[in-house]
């Protein structure tokens, strides 16, 4: 089987000649956006020209636009009902995807629809029922809505032109497949509809999928995927390094980075793997003083979106965050990532440092290594193809003299306030009304 992936350096393309609407050139120029990028001039024609496609490049280099350009220039040539449905893993991604296409259709008055966990479902039964021109959704909220309210919400998603996956690799894996499962079914057969697939890892689960049975009537998914110089595209601007420290007090070490007299006035993401962490981290940052925020999925969708507004004005320097943020996200500036917890894989890995360093800035990264997390380290360092330098700004003694006692203090703290406000209850919650939907419509189905 011949794949039909083609690799561009970009070029003196424009967005007329790639058959884009006027005005949405226009509405590109306003935004300062003059010339496509490679993933813009390779999936923009093949998209228009009716083809299912795989676009692979790394964060920021104008995925949205790649979809969003071509989608919104056949909207508008009959803006009628759903035209478009984009899946993507996290409420934050969605927003941020809903506000380009409001931007780009601004004088179009481009309708869209954000579905998404955290927000009343009334209220979005009632915006999917006015049609909206786009729905970006988050695949589990979408699958409640399909579960739950009426035709009349959702009989839109019937005749969508378009269903686009954003980071495609996330949406495919296994934590995804039920409920996107759910939202696929509602759509049209894909031989009546394009289906566009984006992300900035081309796994095998996604290149697969070019080789998959083709319907009559469709061509074989056009791929795309950008290459750059370094395979995992790792920004040469970007220093990576290791500080060994024992797992029982890495709080002590976090906060001694933090405020060491070259970092203290940094703008950092401190990753986790746990909302529990994300949570008591912050509580414990703050508790000491470190103008600090975060972003996590146990928090409702209006403090959510207001720790990303903080973070972005700068009136917190420091956001503690799940890999929530490890994707996509439009943060501008951040001098330093942090790894309190390291990612079991390593592209996601890539993904996090992927956050700082950006557009030809210097860049920091250090991973916090405890005594488990040797194994996850190398593999990292093969996946990446270089090796971390020891961090050296932070020592043992000082950790001990400056921080360990009050880091103590404080955790045992806010330890004791989440414990007092049932932190996490309600995901223990969800968890169990899930999994008793799951039981029960698995019971109906062998009756």
Known sequence: MVHETRYFAGGEMSFES?????????????????SPSAIQSACIPAILDGRDCIGGAKTGSGKTIAFAAPMLTKWSLDPFGICGLILTPTRELAIQIAEQFAALGANMNVRTAVIVGGVDMVNQTLELQRRPHFVIATPGRLADHIKSSGPEAMNGLKRVQYLVLDEADRLLSSSFAEDLEECINILPPPEKRQTLLFTATITDAVRSL????????????FMHEVVTDDAVAIPASLSQSFLLVPSYVKEA???SILTHEDNKNKSAIVFVNRTKTAELLRRVLQSLEVRATSLHS??????????????????????????????GLDIPVVEMV???????????????????????RAGESISLV???????????????GSKMDKYEKVTDTQVIETSLKKISTAKREAGMDMDKENFGERKRIQKEKKASFVSKRSQRKHM
Do not use: C
């Open 210 to 221: 070019q080789d998959a049975p083709v319907k009559p009537g469709k061509k074989r998914p």
């Open 253 to 255: 070490y976090l906060f």
């Open 298 to 327: 146990q928090m409702p969708q209006s403090e959510r979106i207001n720790a990303l507004g903080r973070f972005r004005a700068e009136a917190a320097r420091v956001l503690v965050a799940t890999d929530v943020a490890g994707r």
């Open 18 to 34: 790639l058959g884009v609407s006027k005005w949405l050139v226009e509405a590109l120029n306003v935004m300062a956006i003059h």
């Open 338 to 360: 942090i790894n309190f917890d390291i990612p079991a894989d390593a592209d996601d890995y890539v993904h996090r440092v992927g956050r700082t360093a950006r557009a030809g």
């Open 370 to 384: 405890t005594e488990r997390d040797v194994s996850r380290i190398e593999n990292i360092e093969k996946r990446v």
